[in-house]
């Protein structure tokens, strides 16, 4: 168990910095989701604080000492893959079992802890199988046993869920939560699906080409993004994006977010907005309506699936309430003067 | 199986024909082995005086027991326990080096990396052939003319081999050595543990081939040993046949060939079901 720290952490390929400069404190015990889209730097982040990557400018620091020139054993961490990178020679016991064998663990502890980690992870009946014939729930399992059965301080994931399908991906979310609740390990976990990132995370890092975007709890990010990205990339159907020019006395540039469940449809002349319905997506539990406006802007409206289904070609009125509202400057950044 | 016709079989008439086809051709090939055999279980007098007999005689076991105990120079039983040696020595040795130098060339940086793959590539355009003359020259002066060293030491870098395993590592996902590498493996303890046992399928096929490679070696045991008790068996038959007017003792000779083709044959078969079923095994 420990903290993390990491400080300016910047990491270049050759000429190209990718990651311009990260900072967080982790406190021990805590959740930390590593969220964004493919490409923006959140796997490199991990595999820096895992010292897979070299770390071209900043500190990692684990449980106060800085580990930059550590390698990634003496740095009591333990990782899981995203394709689990299970040995496929190996019986599951000795996945679990070959870094204690490594670190000279005496055979009874060794067999004592991963028997304990296979109880936890129901296991237990598979422990004499070859990975290839285990599911792909099963699998990822045995990886996380691997990671469990070292004692580590800092536990690691990168998008371990993201080769499930969505069913098994929901169940084992809730069990790593659950996992990690159990064994109080500060974690580190990548994935791109904000609905993990949601579920999980004490506290998530947006990342966005490098930076991260905004550090926060997920509700709080939620409700109160710093930046369009994470406007955009947290929730779903994203926010809404207009132009506040055409809408209120507002400098050029300026957009005004507005996320569709805040959004009700009005009669047309009771409307702030008013457009015509594109289409309709009845989910069941709700209805998504695409609107588009005269000057061709587009806004999505999610309404309970109870409320009648508007006609496509439909004249609308678009309402919500403006303390719902949020304003971005044109570099993407929140105007924060109306608050 | 009778009513559903499958995709690919063929019906009727076909099959008998593929059939035909192939039996008329494994007895095409089969027949010289055949009177080989043949030939190694009469008397001498009995292959000399046409027409050759077609079906075996009564001398299989002297044949056989004059060939392995007394053979003509050397005995049978020191040519094929000479190249036994060789061909191991030949077929671990490559294996050994090649899958080593792989390991280097894929999973460190060093500098050169790129030059000296390159280097062991360029090595394959250069058989035993044309760089026979140094090679030798190399050979006597490091005393290694009629020894075994000299008959597997020259043969046993491997460019070919060295490429397989390359080309098979870079298939192991890079995930497999970071978890390997957060575990607390280093890198011999990685190639040990993890790698050399993901190959043992790329291993078993590569021995088959080495070892028939190493087996059949003619040239340069005959340049390299001059004592008939180092000979190897294959250049050992040639070296059987008389020169000038003596006549040639055929029933050994043909027991001899027989007996040279039966240690590669067994390798092929018992090695056959160990990679079979490394590839039915084969992980994903």
Sequence with gaps: MATVTLENLKKSFGKTEIIH????????GEFIVIVGPSGCGKSTLLRMVAGLETVSAGEVLIGGRPVNGVEPMDRDIAMVFQNYALYPHMSVFDNMAYGLKIGRVPKAEIRTRVEAAAEILQLGPYLQRKPRELSGGQRQRVAMGRAIVRKPAVFLFDEPLSNLDAKLRVQMRLE????QRKLGVTSLYVTHDQVEAMTLADRMIVMNEGTADQIGAPLEVYGNPATTFVAGFIGSPPMNFLDAAALENAPAGVSLGVRPESVRLVGTSEGRLEGTVAYAEPLGAETLIHLRTADGQALTIRQDGVLPVPAEGDRLGAVWD????????PDGRRLRQDR | MADRGGMVQSRGLG????HLG???????IFFPIWLAFVA???SQQDIVRPPM?????????????????????APVARMLFNSAVMAVGIAVGKIAISIISAFAIVYFRFP?????FWLIFLTLMLPVEVRIVPTYEVAASFGMLNSYSGLIFPLIASATATFLFRQFFMTVPDELAEAARVDGARPMRFFFDILLPMSRTNIAALFVILFIYGWNQYLWPLLITTDPSMNTIVMGIKQMFPSGDDTADWPVIMATSILAMLPPVAVVVGMQTFFIRGLVDSEK
Excluded: C, H, M
Excluded at chain 1, 21 to 28: L, P, Q, R, S, Y
Excluded at chain 1, 176 to 179: D, E, M, Q, T
Excluded at chain 1, 322 to 329: A, I, L, V, W
Excluded at chain 2, 15 to 18: F, N, P
């Design chain 2, 22 to 28: 192939l039996i008329v051709g494994i007895l095409f």
């Design chain 1, 21 to 28: 400069g990260v900072d967080i404190d982790i406190a021990d």
């Design chain 1, 176 to 179: 790593i939560k659950a996992l």
């Design chain 2, 112 to 116: 050169g990396r790129q030059i000296f």
């Design chain 1, 322 to 329: 403006p303390s719902q509202e949020f304003r971005f400057g």
């Design chain 2, 53 to 73: 007999p077609l079906l075996p005689g009564d001398k299989l076991v002297e044949n056989y027991g004059r060939a392995l105990s007394a053979g003509i120079n």
């Design chain 2, 40 to 42: 190694s279980t009469v």
């Design chain 2, 15 to 18: 099959i008998w024909l593929t």
